[in-house]
């Protein structure tokens, strides 16, 4: 850019100067130029740009608590000290808040204690009955079993009576038949008595008559076994209780009925009782809302607490920007001010893409700021490019003051200048002596004693000498006056 800048400038001037040179050939004389030798030297590079001076640490102060601002005065451009208090809170609210926090938890608390209490009551009430409920049920079906007991008892014994009974009967049936059917046969013998052909056959008569008195002697047999069956059928047990065994029953009824009534009672007070206890999830939701109004209270706590201390400064620093004012009432999260560092001193500075590539943080610069100056090093260069008003995009880049003094003011416009690069030692010619076109970079020399156009390539370009890497030597002599090419292969000689 330089180079191009001298071309420029030299236009009229290399007008002039070859009018002169084609004058001196015309008159056999070599044209005197000034000069300067390729050498070897320390060359810096430098990028340039200007800026505005803020703070290394910017903070907002937002309020932590909603209440109304008691005092405040602090304006824009005002300086602070860290650990300055600069707002502070009406407190009325905050305390009336906190109040009612722990009057609303301690509610809770009674009431959550209570409902568990009467709950934890109500379960023991409804334990005690669910036990009575087993013992009625337990003491009912033993007394049940007892009177059944009895009862199926009873009922064997009457099974046995009855079978014993029915064989008896059976057995008189019997027999009564069989003295039926002799009775027919004694009359059918007694008959045949009568009868002539017997009478008269004498073994007839006697064999009739034995007969006669076998089925009499077997009736009345039969007769006695009767007898003794019914007997024995008159003699069987009653098919009753006895009244001893009835009273037990009647004991047992009684008894049966009293648990019964109890059984019944102890149910109802059981399905009450289970009503009205809490289960775990109403417990919890208890203890949730109890808990919510403690978290309330430590809340109310806190925002008391912050308000009390109020505002302080965090570091020594210049007022930037003041939202508020004494009285007004401030929302929780809502700005307050913002503080720059007054210690802690940069310049932000745009670096356009031709050589954001140079710098790199921890670099050198130097500051001019109202005609004083300092030293800073690059602390920072922002990722993110942003359109200044000529519609380039540049880089941020912050560069800190080294000591800075009284005399840095935030907001005012410096002058940069950072050390991008340095080399020692290396071959340079003066940057007058730089040309550039389209097919490269290149310079006039004095060769031979003619003027010679040679092409270089250059390095490293500073703001008196730029860098050759290839084209020239040591010692080569290179032209520093406006030069064309209307004057290469014409004589020439240093001034």
């Not at 060359?43 to 200007?50: P, R």
């Not at 009955?129 to 007991?149: C, G, Q, T």
């Not at 009568?194 to 056959?201: F, G, I, K, Q």
């Not at 003094?405 to 991008?420: F, M, N, S, W």
Request: aromatic fraction near 6%; glycine fraction near 8%; charged fraction near 25%.
């Amino acid at each position: 850019m330089k180079a191009t800048k001298i071309l420029i400038g030299a236009a009229g001037i290399a007008a002039l100067t070859g009018a002169g040179l084609m004058m001196t050939a015309f008159l056999g004389k070599a044209a005197s130029y000034s000069t300067d030798i390729a050498g070897h030297r320390n060359l810096s590079e430098d990028v340039e740009a200007t800026g505005d001076v803020h703070g290394m640490d910017s903070m907002t102060y937002y309020s932590a608590v909603t209440a109304p601002v008691a005092f405040y005065e602090l304006s824009t451009g005002d300086e602070v000290k860290k650990d300055d208090k600069v707002v502070g809170y009406d407190l009325d609210d905050l305390q009336t808040m906190l109040d009612q926090a722990t009057l609303t938890a301690k509610s809770a608390e009674n009431t959550m204690n209570g409902q568990v209490k009467a709950s934890d009551n109500n379960q023991a009430k409804y334990n005690k009955a669910a036990a009575d409920i087993e013992v009625y049920r337990n003491s009912y079906a033993l007394f049940r079993m007892a009177n059944d007991y009895l009862n199926q008892g009873q009922y064997q014994e009457n099974w046995d009576i009855n079978c014993i009974a029915d064989g008896i009967n059976k057995g008189i049936a019997e027999k009564t038949g069989q003295v039926n059917a002799l009775q027919a046969e004694l009359q059918k013998q007694q008959l045949r008595l009568n009868e002539p052909d017997v009478v008269a056959d004498e073994k007839e008569y006697k064999k009739t008559v034995n007969e006669i008195n076998r089925i009499t002697d077997e009736m009345a047999g039969l007769s006695k076994d009767i007898g003794n069956m019914q007997s024995d059928l008159a003699g069987l047990p009653p098919a009753n209780l006895s009244p001893e065994e009835y009273a037990m029953t009647v004991i047992n009824g009684n008894w049966m009925s009293d648990i019964m009534r109890n059984w019944t009672e102890a149910t109802t007070l059981r399905n009450t009782y289970e009503g009205q206890i809490l289960n775990k999830y109403q417990k919890e939701q208890l203890r949730n809302s109890y808990d919510l109004s403690e978290l309330s209270v430590g809340t109310a706590q806190d925002n008391l607490l912050k308000a009390t201390e109020g505002v302080h400064i965090e570091y020594d620093g210049i007022v930037t920007e003041s939202f508020i004012e004494s009285g007004t009432v401030v929302s929780k999260g809502s700005p307050l001010f913002t503080v720059e560092s007054s210690r802690d001193i940069k310049v932000d500075v745009g670096i356009s893409k031709y050589d954001i590539g140079k710098v790199a943080v921890g670099q050198k610069a130097d500051i001019s700021i109202a005609g004083n100056e300092y030293t800073g090093t690059v602390s920072e260069i922002k990722r993110l490019a942003e359109t200044t008003d000529s519609d380039k995009a540049k880089v941020t880049v912050s560069v800190k003051f080294d000591e800075p003094d009284e005399r840095v003011y935030i907001g005012l416009e410096a002058d940069v200048t950072i050390h991008t690069s340095e080399k020692k030692g290396v071959l340079t010619i003066p940057s007058e002596a730089y040309y550039a076109d389209d097919d490269g970079d290149y310079c006039y020399i004095i060769k031979d004693g003619e003027v010679a156009k040679q092409y270089i390539t250059i390095g490293l370009s500073g703001d008196e000498f730029v860098e050759v890497t290839m084209g020239l030597k040591e010692g080569d002599v290179v032209i520093t006056d406006a030069v064309t090419d209307d004057a290469i292969g014409k004589r020439a000689e240093p001034k």
